[in-house]
């Protein structure tokens, strides 16, 4: 008897949305490989936003199976390239990657009318934004007093023709879950960040030999109230540019300051080094202008700065080699937590809502708002916590976290492999614990 092997399923993962902040790198590796060890025969195709050629080298030497396209659609609905018209031809789903909301809506409103299935991989969905600053209790509170119709219209019919709607941090969800979008999949799903783990060891021992740093260092990531897009992309500012550049201005120097103190209760504290690193290139700069300048005489010799934007692999092999990671960007503590290593994430008010995340995995002491009176007190207490008794409760949390999020993705990747349908396909059971890649 001859049997026909069904044919594979092939996914399009719309997700890479910038090479200038590394967690934005670091999200499509991630929903790759749980996608991938869901059905490994599975045609997965990463439609990028945006790459470099050391991502590319990146995709190509660590998730060779991957295949990529890019390009974009006109107002007529003609693809920019080939690759990408035979990927959109082709797919039978389309997943929408964890990022600050609808990244790609109009891509997911243009697939909507084709009625193929879609669905949504770990986003959070802030009905305020960056331009409400709020403290997370604050942005709660505000969410709750919306009317059930506050949300746009033309994101409730998307979400509710999903087939799945994994929001990141459980406020977004209660969020859409008060709208009414009618989502038949509306639950939590982790950043797929968490499952991120393509480190170079290499590069990392280097570049830690090359700066002097002693083990059992801290990794300190700053950053501005607004990542200055107009400046990274080398455009012409428009008014929201220089309303976010003024807010900067104003911030800046304070909240330097903070990262400043926790530098400094670090080293007197515990007698080890800090690598200021960024999360995002433009930070290079920033810490340049703020460091070692604003720090004490006796802790200055005892901090590093990287003098250049580090691609992810280099950067996440470092936090695993690190005692502990303390930033103001979230992803940061997000690729810690996912090598191993415990964190703190120092949040300002005007991020997303997204910093959530961490109460969701049980942690919400490790997220300090940086305008709490106490600030400074409890980021050098936070600190001397993640490394006591040899950093082992702190390790062992963090352990925890990371299993929950990385066995949460992989049920998220089985259910949009199988929201991709394929007759003939034979489902596998769920397991709970993510395999490596």
Known sequence: ???????????????????????????????????????????????????????????????????????????????????????????????????????????????????????????????????????????????????????????????????????????????????????????????????????????????????????????????SRYAPYHRIYNRVPEQLDH???????????????????????????????VLIGPEMSYAVQLAAEHFPRILPSDVAPRVRVLAEYWDLPTATAVYRQAAAVLSMDCHSPILATAVGTPSLYLRQPTETIKGVMFGDLGAPERVVEIEAHDAAERLADGLAELVADGGRPARELTARMREQAQSRLVQMAHRAVSAAGRPGVVERPVPTALGRV
Not at 140 to 152: S, V, W
Not at 251 to 261: G, N, T, W, Y
Request: hydrophobic letters at 45%; a negative charge.
């Open 243 to 273: 309303y976010k550049v003024a807010v900067n201005a104003a911030h800046d120097e304070q909240d330097m300051a903070v990262l400043a103190s926790a530098i400094t209760s670090w080293v007197r504290r515990t007698g080890q080094d």
């Open 1 to 223: 008897m001859t049997t026909t092997a069904a044919p594979a399923r092939r996914i399009l993962l719309r997700s890479s949305w910038a090479t200038v902040n590394i967690g934005d790198v670091a999200h499509s590796p991630g929903a790759a490989a749980v996608l991938h060890e869901a059905d490994p025969e599975a045609r997965i195709t990463l439609w990028a936003m945006r790459l470099n050629d050391r991502e590319r080298a990146m995709f190509a030497e660590r998730q060779p199976w991957l295949e990529i396209v890019e390009g974009r659609f006109d107002e007529h609905d003609v693809a920019s390239t080939p690759e990408l018209a035979r990927a959109w031809e082709e797919a039978d789903l389309l997943v929408h990657g964890s990022g600050s909301g609808l990244v790609a809506g109009r891509d997911m409103y243009r697939w909507q009318r084709t009625g193929r299935p879609y669905g949504v991989f770990g986003i959070t969905y802030d009905p305020f934004g960056l331009l409400t600053p709020s403290t997370l209790a604050q942005a709660r509170a505000q969410i709750e007093a919306l009317p059930g119709d506050y949300m746009y219209e033309r994101d409730r019919e998307l979400f509710a023709g999903a087939a799945f709607l994994y929001c990141r941090d459980s406020l977004s969800r209660d969020y859409l879950a008060g709208q009414g979008t009618g989502a038949p999949c509306l639950e939590w799903g982790p950043d797929a960040t968490f499952a991120y783990d393509l480190s170079d060891d290499g590069a990392a021992a280097a570049l830690i030999a090359e700066l002097d740093v002693r083990p059992g260092f801290l990794v300190a990531v700053p950053r």
